[in-house]
């Protein structure tokens, strides 16, 4: 099993730019799957981007901004940079862990407790 924190949310000008962090523990980091999500208040679980073990990356279209997702499996932790943010991006962002690349959350086992972003005009 693994465990995840995020980290590095907080409020940010339109235009503007954050890097997100999940830090994960547990020995098996390695083989999952992660991806990034976001969730605005009263709206479902939106898929933002998945890496697979080997730093492939997939991003999907309904994302807001400019997204890059990383991640540094000797330091167990996965990145989503974000640029270009607009008012739409206002969410709580959570990362994820799973078996295989999927847009659907119910694929993913593992999840972070999520971090806020907001973005202000």
């Known amino acids: 099993q693994v465990q995840l924190v995020e980290s590095g949310g907080g409020l940010v000008q339109v235009g503007g730019s954050l890097r997100l962090s999940c830090a994960a523990s547990?020995?098996?980091?390695?083989?999952?799957?992660m991806g990034w999500f976001r969730q605005a208040p009263g709206k479902e679980r939106q898929i933002i981007a998945v890496?697979?073990?080997?730093?492939?990356?997939t991003y999907y279209p309904d994302s807001q901004g400019r997204f890059t997702i990383s991640r540094d499996n000797a330091k167990n932790a996965v990145y989503l940079q974000m640029n270009s943010l607009n008012p739409e991006a206002t969410a709580v962002y959570y990362c994820?862990?799973?078996?295989?690349?999927?847009?659907?959350?119910?694929?993913?086992?593992?999840w972070g407790q999520g971090t806020q972003v907001t973005v202000s005009s």
């Open positions: 994820a862990a799973g078996s295989r690349s999927s847009p659907l959350p119910t694929d993913y086992d593992y």
């Open positions: 890496i697979n073990w080997s730093g492939d990356s």
């Open positions: 547990g020995r098996t980091f390695r083989t999952y799957t």
